[in-house]
């Protein structure tokens, strides 16, 4: 049963242009959310997070959409750039008792062209 | 920002050793630590959960007995992978997180353990 989805496997963007990865969710006790960055042979690397109170969160040229109703979220990367291409996760957390256990996505490879 | 050191970040070693990952919170505290498991092209497995002073709690599945962790202080958790055989093989990897609700986890930079 996969709570956290991610449909895109891959995307490809131009250097300069929006990046705009997806997530979909399906537990609605979930209500902290996550954005992971990964190298291979790398762990995955902390991008942006945000809380159910929350609609939208921005930290310079990350920007993430949260929309409660339809259990969706959004990284929005502008303007993209080379640097940017890696896997990207999202994650998803609730207070199930056991800590802040993260409930990860299958990924999608964002690739950053020139 | 919080800081998870891994170490080592490569073991190749023979079937039927034992392998011990260490993972650190360098600059924070950690009752908890999560350890997980990735295989290629694939998203991350949590393994167990890590709980200073006591036992860990594991996920439907993965062998308590196979994948021994301990957490002795506030700032290092140790996985110990033993008697590995190939199947072991794998890219295992922790996080920690500062204390308190809606604080990220931090991961370490992953532990490749190849079995011959």
């Known amino acids: 049963d996969q709570q956290v989805k991610q449909n895109s496997p891959s995307l490809s963007v131009q250097e300069g242009r929006i990046s705009i990865l997806n997530c979909d969710y399906t537990?609605?006790?979930?209500?902290?959310f996550l954005w992971y960055k990964k190298y291979p042979a790398e762990g995955p690397t902390f991008l942006i997070s945000i809380s159910s109170i929350k609609d939208k969160n921005e930290d310079g040229r990350f920007t993430v959409f949260l929309n409660k109703s339809a259990k969706h979220l959004s990284l929005h990367i502008v303007p993209s750039q080379p640097g940017d291409s890696a896997v990207y996760f999202c994650?998803?957390?609730?207070?199930?008792?056991?800590?802040?256990?993260?409930?990860f996505g299958t990924g999608t490879q964002l690739k950053v062209e020139l | 920002g919080a800081v998870v050191s891994q170490h080592p970040s490569r073991v190749i070693c023979k079937s039927g050793t034992s392998v011990k990952i260490e993972c650190r919170s360098l600059?924070?505290?950690?009752?908890?630590m999560f350890w997980y498991r990735q295989f290629p092209k694939k998203s991350l497995m949590l393994m167990a959960t890590s709980n200073e002073g006591s036992k860990a709690t594991y996920e439907q599945g993965v062998e308590k007995d196979k994948f021994l962790i301990n957490h002795a202080s506030l700032t290092l958790s140790t996985l110990t992978v033993t008697s590995a055989h190939p199947e072991d093989s794998s890219f295992y990897i922790c996080s920690a997180s500062p204390t308190g609700r809606w604080q990220p986890q931090h991961f370490g930079d992953g532990t490749r353990l190849s079995i011959l």
């Open positions: 537990n609605s006790m979930f209500d902290y």
């Open positions: 994650a998803a957390n609730g207070l199930t008792g056991g800590g802040n256990k993260l409930t």
């Open positions: 600059d924070f505290q950690a009752t908890t």
